[in-house]
């Protein structure tokens, strides 16, 4: 199994792209953090031990082919749903929304592993059920069922970001699977009702606060449309050169909310300018073409839709985090990859990336 | 119609013109990202800079009030009553020049000390509040709200600061608080400390810190470009310390004091079945309130050069050589080595030889023929320099041990001492002398190297009175939660089991009684008519010793000291008191245990106050000039 070939092929230029982004992240998180007065390890140490344990995690992902997830993928399907359920009923409840699932030796957030066990789900549907042409109406009825039963519970808990994320790689993979315009257009006329009724009966009160705030930062300025106001100060007073490492007077004041975990791409356009931030965004957009290349360039459907829908999973974390860093999406709790503090965040980029890399490295064995 | 069975059919190619499309609309999602930075970035930068310039976010720190002190009774010693403090956030200031000068003027505080203060804080954000001076008056206050404009940058902050009802009441003991220094915030364990914080410096307050400080609080608020306030961003509550019920009485504390006037000396009480102090006086004591507000310098000379040494807490940091209270341990380790008993004789010449060496009693005229209970009684040096050197220095030593001398009793308190036990194993590794038989005899009699701390004669004391069980002295009976219940209570240990004959702790017993209440006994002024008090006087001898000649006369510079327990039969507490230059253990520390012990009977219900002494209680407060 372990063939010379594997090694050569496999892209050392992409693995230090993820490292570089990382090692900004690490540094605009100390920033970030240094106005904090917290006890124990710093956070930006922290970051870097769970940088190395993703690192770690890449090379484990890349020594095992990945077409093992193409049979083990409803059994780890059905492994998360179970635990979707147990958090509902036996759920650890923090800042009013109950996510948390207790292990006992751990606790975790099931509804993170849902974004990438959902990928290996729906690719392996589509490898294994194909259908001439584009897809109907009929053809994506269980795929629609995969993808709703687990962004229900998620929404339940309430974790809107997530569900969200969840619904749109699912999107995108189907439509690179191949969907006709007439299932999209009549998705959109039956989502406009469907908004309505979520607007008036699903969501919560913070929730539809958000959003309307998303419309009119100015109608609380105190509360959550003040983080957008907050943040748009912040990047756009770094102007072109920013001001510099460490003197972002919007981060050191705190003026940012979670500067070091959601919002801390703001911290790092106000203290990098434009500048700074063109070359991240580069830097992203390369990981992002890079799997899409990935994805044409291999030579089975499974890997093909593994790396659509792991590329869009990174895509949409980019694009809905600095959206709404820079106020273009309403405040929706969306970590940046690699960037932003956390392990589950990065640990989930971190497979992510091992599981790119894995595919890349195998497009010559069929 | 799905096609089913067949795994891999094609790959990426037939979906790569949908990919490639896919990777077009990313590029263009992109961009649109890329437009909005350069639309904040590049074309909005001049108004979100100005935005962000008028943005002032202060942190206001609210120090979290500290536990209280409370004695045995649940009566208020230390409190805490607001205070002011005047802070400058240095990024606000716009004349730093003009604003100095204007606090000197009303703080009346020296620029360049105004000065230090504020550089005192570098490399810390600007933008926190710099304390520059604490407890404002009001008209100090009042002038600051009314300026706030002309002078910029400046905030008052309001702190708890402690209040003590009873004055310098237990000083040593409490300890006192001031603001945290420069090195000890550079200290480990200090960390989470901020320039301007109050911690205790010394006593409970400094020992109990952790329970006592509570967690800090601060609030976060948006002012205008001028420092007006616009709104309470985000607030933490601070957590108040929790309370401390001490073992001691504060009526049995303030008798003390008063016994002990203004001499430099130390008394301690302490329960011989607990080991709670009730009592813990150490003197002259100190005004802690003064160095709450930052002490002045004359203030802070006048402790320093008085030749008392207020500042100094004598009970536990107090070395001395236990003089003649350490007959107790001789006479305890030649009973339990059987090398005398009851009837043993030492005939007393007022002298003693020893090689070359000449050791005098204190009475040059000789007791004459004594036994153990005349020896106690009448502090003959010469029946114990026999014994001693009987026993050598490492048998004196080891008993000296068992009583928990050498070693801190572990209070509880930072800063104990252990004085100081000798052996000839420690003198030849120190000097590379060897120990000399001629310098056994003044330890045995409690001079020499020996030396122990009053609060460790309490402690040694109780051993004899309980027929050698010493609980470990403590201070602290409970602390208390926010609510005011017991969040921990401190149950007496045992610190020394000492594994002697009850018959002899009793033939020692005896002879203290005597000590107290027979004739020629040398402790006659602790001696009570309601109840019986046994004790022992020492005399220690605080002088250099010429070379390993020890029996030259010692000079002047002899403390007091006095041991004691009560009631004989049945006792309770034991008492140890060293009065500095006191001259004789007899006369001025024996009165003082005298008046100390009266009065814990008194508050007890078993001696009655005389109806004279409750209107000298209730004029307590008046100068004592009088008595001089």
């Known amino acids: 199994m372990i063939d010379r070939r594997l090694f050569t092929s496999f892209d050392w230029k992409v693995l230090l792209l993820i490292l570089l982004i990382t090692a900004v992240g690490i540094l605009n998180i100390y920033s970030a953090s240094a106005s904090y007065r917290i006890a124990g390890t710093p956070y930006a140490l922290k970051q870097f031990y769970w940088s190395v344990i993703g690192i770690g995690l890449i090379l484990m992902i890349c020594s095992i082919d990945y077409h093992v997830l193409e049979d083990v993928s409803y059994w780890f399907y059905g492994l998360i749903i179970i635990f979707l359920l147990l958090v509902l009923v036996v759920g650890k409840t923090s800042m009013g929304a109950t996510r948390w699932l207790n292990l006992g030796l751990f606790t975790m957030q099931p509804s993170e592993p849902m974004k990438l066990v959902i990928i290996i789900t729906l690719a392996r549907y589509f490898t294994r059920n194909q259908v001439p042409g584009l897809l109907g109406i009929r053809a994506i009825f269980v795929p629609l069922l995969i993808l709703l039963l687990p962004a229900a519970l998620i929404v339940k808990q309430p974790d809107l970001g997530t569900a969200i994320m969840v619904c749109l790689v699912a999107a995108t993979i189907t439509i690179a699977v191949g969907i006709r315009w007439s299932v999209i257009l009549s998705f959109v006329l039956t989502g406009i009702p469907v908004l309505v009724i979520a607007w008036n009966f699903l969501l919560h009160t913070y929730q539809k606060n958000r959003v309307l705030n998303f419309l009119d930062p100015e109608r609380d300025p105190l509360k959550s449309g003040y983080h957008l106001i907050q943040s748009k100060i912040a990047v756009g007073s770094g102007g072109v050169f920013g001001k510099g490492f460490m003197h972002g007077t919007q981060t050191q004041l705190r003026f940012l909310p979670e500067q070091h975990t959601d919002f801390a791409f703001s911290v790092f356009a106000e203290e990098w300018g434009l500048l700074g931030s063109v070359i991240v965004l580069t830097l992203y957009l390369a990981l992002i073409l890079w799997g899409l290349h990935v994805a044409s360039r291999c030579n089975d459907r499974f890997g093909t839709l593994l790396a659509v829908g792991v590329t869009a999973m990174l895509f949409w974390h980019i694009v809905i985090n600095m959206g709404m860093v820079i106020g273009l999406f309403p405040v929706v709790g969306v970590p940046l990859p690699f960037f932003s503090y956390g392990g589950t965040s990065m640990i989930t980029s971190m497979v992510g990336a091992g599981i790119l890399l894995n595919i890349s490295m195998r497009r010559f064995m069929f | ?628």
């Open chain 2, 1 to 628: 119609m799905p096609l089913k069975g067949q795994r891999y059919i094609r790959g990426g190619q037939d979906l790569s013109k949908r990919l490639y499309l896919i990777s077009l609309a990313a590029v263009a999602i992109f961009l649109i990202i890329l437009s909005r930075l350069w639309f904040l970035q590049f074309i909005e930068v001049g108004r979100l800079r100005e935005m962000s310039e008028n943005n002032r976010l202060r942190f206001i720190p609210v120090a979290a009030s500290r536990g209280v002190l409370l004695d045995r009774n649940s009566k208020i010693i230390v409190n805490n009553t607001p205070s002011f403090s005047l802070a400058v956030v240095p990024n606000e200031v716009r004349d730093k020049d003009y604003l100095l000068d204007n606090l000197a003027q009303v703080l009346r505080i020296e620029k360049s000390e105004l000065l230090a203060r504020w550089e005192r804080v570098k490399g810390r954000a600007k933008y926190f509040p710099v304390v520059l001076a604490s407890g404002l008056t009001r008209d100090q206050v009042e002038y600051f709200e009314e300026n706030a404009l002309r002078l910029s940058g400046l905030e008052i902050e309001v702190k708890p600061v402690r209040e003590y009802p009873e004055g310098m009441l237990a000083s040593h003991l409490l300890g006192y608080i001031a603001e945290v220094s420069e090195k000890e915030l550079e200290m480990a364990g200090y960390s989470e400390f901020n320039p301007g914080d109050y911690i205790g410096k010394n006593g409970i307050e400094r020992s109990y810190e952790k329970y006592l400080h509570g967690e800090d609080g601060g609030r976060q608020i948006e002012v205008d470009a001028r420092g007006r306030f616009l709104r309470v961003m985000n607030e933490s509550l601070p957590v108040p310390g929790q309370s401390l019920v001490l073992t001691i009485d504060s009526d049995l504390q303030k008798a003390s004091e008063k016994a002990l006037g203004d001499k430099a000396a130390a008394a301690v009480v302490m329960d011989v079945n607990s080991g709670e102090i009730l009592s813990f006086a150490s003197s002259p004591g100190f005004d802690p309130a003064l160095f709450t507000r930052r002490l002045s310098p004359e203030q802070w000379a006048s402790y320093l050069e008085d030749k008392r040494n207020p500042l100094e807490n004598k009970a536990i940091r107090g070395q001395y050589p236990p003089g003649s209270t350490f007959k107790i341990v001789t006479a305890l380790a030649g009973l339990a080595e059987g090398l005398i008993d009851e009837k043993t004789e030492v005939n007393c010449t007022g002298e003693y030889k020893l090689g070359n060496g000449t050791f005098r009693c204190w009475n040059k005229k000789g007791h004459g023929k004594m036994t153990l209970r005349g020896a106690l009684r009448e502090s003959c040096d010469v029946y114990f320099y026999a014994l001693g050197e009987k026993l050598g220095v490492d048998r004196i030593a080891m008993y000296a041990r068992k009583f928990g001398l050498g070693e801190p009793t572990g209070i509880g308190m930072d800063g104990e001492k252990g004085g100081f036990v000798p052996s000839s194993e420690w003198k030849e590794k120190k000097t590379g002398i060897k120990w000399f038989r001629g310098e056994t005899l003044p330890v045995s009699i409690g001079q020499g190297y020996l030396t122990a701390t009053p609060l460790q004669l309490a402690a040694m004391t109780s051993g004899l009175a309980t027929d050698g069980k010493i609980y470990r002295p403590h201070i602290v009976k409970r602390i208390l939660d926010r609510e005011g219940k017991t969040a921990k209570e401190f149950s007496p240990e045992i610190m020394k089991n000492i594994d002697l004959k009850p018959e002899h702790f009793r033939l020692v017993r005896e002879g203290l009684w005597a000590v107290v209440n027979e004739p020629r006994g040398t402790g006659a002024a602790a001696r009570l008519y309601e109840v019986r008090v046994a004790g022992k006087t020492g005399t220690s001898q605080v002088v250099k010793m010429k070379d390993s000649n020890l029996s030259v006369a010692y000079k002047h510079r002899d403390h007091a000291l006095f041991v004691a327990f009560a009631p004989y039969d049945k006792p309770e507490i034991a008492v140890s008191v060293v009065v500095e230059h006191g001259e004789h253990g007899g006369g001025s520390a024996a009165s003082v245990a005298g008046q100390i012990l009266r009065k814990y009977f008194e508050l007890k219900g078993v001696i009655k106050r005389p109806a004279s002494d409750s209107e000298d209680e209730s004029s307590e407060d008046e100068p004592e000039g009088n008595e001089e």
